[in-house]
């Protein structure tokens, strides 16, 4: 019952029209233009970066009920397709707007979360997931500090990495995907995720051009990784307790 309320939610923020449309790919996947969905999908998702952390779940519902109703996969077809014609622009997206830029990054780690075959990751997903969390990594993202996030939208709300200062959005982002789905690409890439996680070890170590909040950032995922892709009870009350001051 939780479920379908859910995606209601996340389709608010569209016009009624395109409300409609996404509510019969849901319901009725054989009636729209699929791959017209796949498309207002990821547009929306470039712009919005709150619906582009939750579109993932929405697009595997629409690949399941294209699965059961025919058994074919045109909407995920056309949503692969389309990451991949952005992907191939992300230095364009990037110098043009870093708020797609960052949007981007969320949606295709969220499409990675979500999408499996055969119960496991897409591979086809791996390195296009794994170069964009490199060009995260970069100290010219790192020291990158423009505000891309809208209010109440912090990491950690109310902890040390929350103090009332913009949050690095690029440092941001690398983090919270690496929380998100850095246990399921080292399994299936050992070899760059230790090179990925040398360039942010690097990286919390620039001498000139690092917040102290991207450093504590950094040095969180640092610890989050070393410990299993888990978080310990001290690093839980270093990092997630409340700051008093």
């Given amino acids: 019952m939780g479920e379908p309320s859910r995606e209601e939610y996340k389709i608010q923020s569209f016009d009624a029209e ?3 449309l996404l509510k019969t790919a849901l ?8 791959e017209k969905v796949a498309n207002v999908i990821v547009d929306h998702s470039l712009q919005d970066c709150v619906f582009s952390k939750e579109a993932g779940r929405m697009c595997y519902a629409i690949i399941q009920a294209e699965s059961k109703q025919a058994g074919q996969s045109v909407f995920r077809r056309g949503l692969l397709n389309r990451l991949q014609q952005e992907y191939q622009a992300r230095e364009q997206l990037r110098a043009r707007s870093l708020q797609g830029w960052v949007c981007y990054v969320t949606f295709i780690c969220n499409i990675f979360d979500y999408l499996r075959v055969n119960n496991m990751p897409m591979m086809a997903l791996v390195n296009p997931v794994y170069d964009c969390l490199f060009r995260l990594a970069q100290p010219d993202s790192l020291s990158k500090e423009e505000e891309v996030r809208g209010p109440g939208q912090s990491t950690m709300p109310g902890t040390r990495v929350d103090q009332g ?6 440092v941001d982002c690398l ?3 690496l929380h998100r ?6 399994k299936m890439n050992g070899q760059r995720m230790d090179e990925l996680f040398v360039l942010i070890r690097d ?6 051009g690092l917040s102290s909040l991207a450093q504590l950032l950094l040095l ?6 070393a410990a299993g892709w888990k978080t310990t009870p001290a690093a839980h009350k270093y990092y997630y307790s409340e700051v008093s001051d």
Avoid: M, N, S, Y
């Avoid at 319901?27 to 699929?34: F, R, T, W």
């Avoid at 789905?181 to 080292?186: A, D, I, K, N, S």
């Fill in 18 to 20: 395109t409300q409609q």
């Fill in 27 to 34: 319901k009725d996947p054989g009636a729209v233009d699929l």
């Fill in 165 to 170: 200062h913009p949050l690095p959005p690029q």
């Fill in 175 to 177: 983090v919270l995907q």
């Fill in 181 to 186: 789905v850095g246990e399921q690409l080292e």
């Fill in 203 to 208: 990286g919390f170590l620039l001498p000139t």
């Fill in 220 to 225: 969180e995922i640092i610890e989050f990784r």
